[in-house]
């Protein structure tokens, strides 16, 4: 049985009905008390803290017996479904069952009714404001019965949205063919692992989700990390630990993995017609920006219910796709304290001058040197141009290739270093010329000392022909002290080079996979 | 204002309100049983409203007792003024009585001094 309906739910209904008994023999004490106070026998002094501590209790009673009746009634629905029940079945029954609940609590308790599905349609400083109005009682039983809606809705309370997470979580992973991709979730027990912080969490289709690392209690900067191509919920832990690497334990940092939009499908190297299937509609996504339209209305309300809740410096970090969406985010309203592009494809704007005036205090942007997806170039000019207007930093040199590029901005320690500098409001060091630009550079001056040495030997060509002939000046010395620096960085880059490329010729020559050989038309022999 | 008869009426509410918190935090004990009503969520808030509920209405009896004492005092203090006012009261009969019979060169004597009353929460009975 889940865990959070886990009581006896006969003990349940009991000890709501006896607590309520009794709450209500106690309002009738108190208010003696309250009588005696009005006597006109002054004696507040007393009266006073002991009518408060009364109230107290009775409140807290009051609340207990709601929950516990919650509890119950929702052992008793589990009870009721048959151990083979699918997923929706048992969201259809817990629905029906939520629905009366929901109307019984009205009547008891007098909760202001609403219609708590379509919670999620409502601007979340609205939902902040129907959330304030519920007493401690009501939100209790709001989390047990609409776990799905309270855990997904901007406005929520992050430490709310966690609970109700946690409790679909325990409802769906208790289910004997529950689905799989939230075995990431559960603890190496398998039960729900309460350490995690989910503040998203939506199964339809590819799923959505996001997670919090770290703690917003001592947390003085948060940074939003937007993943791109290829994120989904079954893969969510890729950019949980990418989040998790950079908050790196550190007190000060907050990191939220936000997977909470619908991004292309990543490309896979095809195995079989499905797969290449696959790969034909996740290039047709992500040629489009329709994903990451919709995903930046997303992004924008999450941001703004974290405005309305927290009061720290956010930073939104975009990668590849996430960027485009971040930055369309930032044209449709999301605001915050500093944004970040990292492999963009392009962010729907050519300008920062282009995003609302003071939408953000600074902009930054970095590729990885080769990253192919920084290249394309898309959905607008790249970020780290300088007409852009974005400050560039350093990421460090990947030891990657192609791909590989795109996906290692939280991988070295460069970069890492780097983005928790910006998260913290400081200065990042800037970008360096890429390796190939350096060995370029080294060539060019390899070639100047060269003309250099020349035109000196030319001058004083009869002097060094004398000191060489005399033996004064060694050949060998006088060869290795004018070339030696020069030489050793540039066989040193150029073998750096070259096994990339040996690197990625390896990964090419592996494609296509001989499965796909076999159904592919090979006229000239290219697959022999 | 209140007599010494509402002060001890009082008294006997508060202490039986008092007695009721004591049975209350029992049947809570009993009711809220851990072994039955431990699991899940509920668990925690059941645990962490018996611990405060306890806390609370042991405070609350507390002020209860001592608001029972205070007005058990009052309801003393009102006797013996209201006794101390029907002494009182015949000593100025007395007086006056005394003064209206009094033969001329007889020495009436100081009239008797009105108790005070023992605060402005008292009413004589």
């Not at chain 1, 052992?75 to 939520?98: C, G, H, K, Q």
């Not at chain 1, 948060?222 to 950019?239: D, K, Q, R």
């Not at chain 1, 060094?464 to 030696?484: N, P, Q, R, Y």
Request: proline share 6%; glycine share 10%; hydrophobic share 40%.
């Amino acid at each position: 049985m889940p865990d959070i309906i886990s009581i006896d739910p006969a003990a349940g209904l009991d000890a709501a009905a006896s607590v309520g008994h009794e709450v209500r023999g106690l309002v009738m004490f108190t208010d003696e008390v309250r009588e005696i106070d009005r006597g006109g026998g002054d004696l507040a002094t007393h009266t006073t803290p002991t009518l408060r501590l009364l109230d107290e209790v009775a409140e807290e009673l009051r609340l207990l017996a709601a929950a516990l009746d919650v509890a119950a009634r929702a052992a008793i629905a589990a009870d009721t479904l048959d151990s083979s029940s699918s997923t929706a079945l048992w969201r259809a029954a817990a629905r029906r069952w939520s629905t009366e609940l929901w109307a019984s609590l009205h009547d008891d308790i007098g909760v202001t009714t609403v219609d708590i599905s379509q919670l999620g349609r409502w601007r979340p400083d609205r939902v902040r404001a129907w959330w304030e109005s519920l007493d401690a009682g009501q939100r209790i039983a709001a989390v047990h019965q609409y776990p799905d809606v309270i855990g997904t809705t901007d406005g929520i309370p992050l430490s709310v949205r966690i609970d109700a997470n946690h409790v679909t979580i325990t409802h769906l992973t208790a289910l004997p063919d529950h689905d799989p991709r939230l075995d990431q979730y559960l603890d190496p027990a398998g039960r729900p692992d309460r350490s995690r912080q989910i503040v998203l969490l939506d199964l339809r289709g590819d799923g959505l989700v996001a997670e919090l690392i770290g703690d917003l209690a001592t947390a003085t900067s948060l940074a939003v990390v937007i993943p791109g191509m290829g994120s989904e919920l079954a893969n969510a832990s890729v950019v949980g630990d990418d989040a998790r690497r950079l908050q790196g334990g550190h007190d000060d940092l907050a990191v939220i993995a936000w997977t909470g939009y619908d991004a292309p499908k990543g490309l896979v190297a095809p195995d079989s017609l499905g797969d290449l299937w696959r790969d034909l509609v996740a290039a047709d996504e992500v040629a489009s920006d329709e994903l990451a339209r919709a995903g930046a209305r997303r992004l924008a309300w999450f941001g703004a219910a974290l405005d309305l809740e927290l009061d720290v410096p956010t930073t939104y970090l975009g990668h590849s796709y996430g960027s485009l969406t971040l930055g369309l985010a930032i044209r449709g309203g999301l605001t915050g304290s500093r944004a970040v592009f990292l492999g963009s494809p392009g962010v729907g704007v050519d300008s920062t001058s282009d995003f609302p005036a003071l939408a953000f205090l600074e902009y930054f942007a970095a590729d990885a040197h080769g990253d192919p997806v920084a290249d394309l170039q898309r959905f607008g000019d790249a970020p780290t141009d300088p007409d852009f207007g974005a400050q560039t930093f350093d990421v460090g040199d990947s030891d990657g290739v192609f791909l590989q590029l795109h996906d290692d901005y939280f991988e070295n320690d460069v970069a890492i270093a780097n983005l928790r500098t910006i998260v913290r409001g400081g200065s990042p060091s800037p970008d360096r010329p890429s390796l190939a630009a350096r060995v370029g550079e080294l060539l060019d001056d390899l070639g100047v000392r060269g003309a250099h040495v020349v035109e000196n030997a030319g001058e004083h060509l009869e002097d060094l022909a004398d000191d060489l002939a005399s033996g004064a000046v060694d050949v060998a010395d006088w060869l290795d002290e004018t070339f030696h620096d020069s030489l050793d960085a540039a066989v040193s880059g150029l073998e750096i080079l070259g096994g990339s490329a040996l690197d990625g010729l390896e990964w090419m020559s592996g494609w296509p996979p001989s499965t796909l050989r076999d159904l592919l038309p090979d006229p000239l022999g290219w697959f022999d | 204002m209140p007599t010494s008869t509402d002060y001890d009426r009082w008294a006997d509410r508060l202490h039986g309100l008092s007695d009721h918190l004591l049975g209350l935090d029992a049947r809570l004990d009993r009711t809220l049983d851990p072994t039955r009503l431990s699991g899940g969520t509920v668990g925690p808030l059941v645990a962490r409203t018996v611990d405060a509920t306890t806390t609370n209405l042991a405070a609350s009896r507390g002020h209860l007792l001592a608001l029972t004492d205070a007005c058990r005092q009052r309801a003393e203090l009102c006797r013996r003024w209201s006794r101390a006012l029907d002494a009182y009261d015949e000593a100025m009969h007395d007086h006056v009585t005394r003064a209206r019979t009094l033969d001329p060169g007889d020495h009436l004597g100081p009239p008797p001094t009105r108790p005070t009353a023992p605060g402005p929460w008292a009413q004589r009975d």
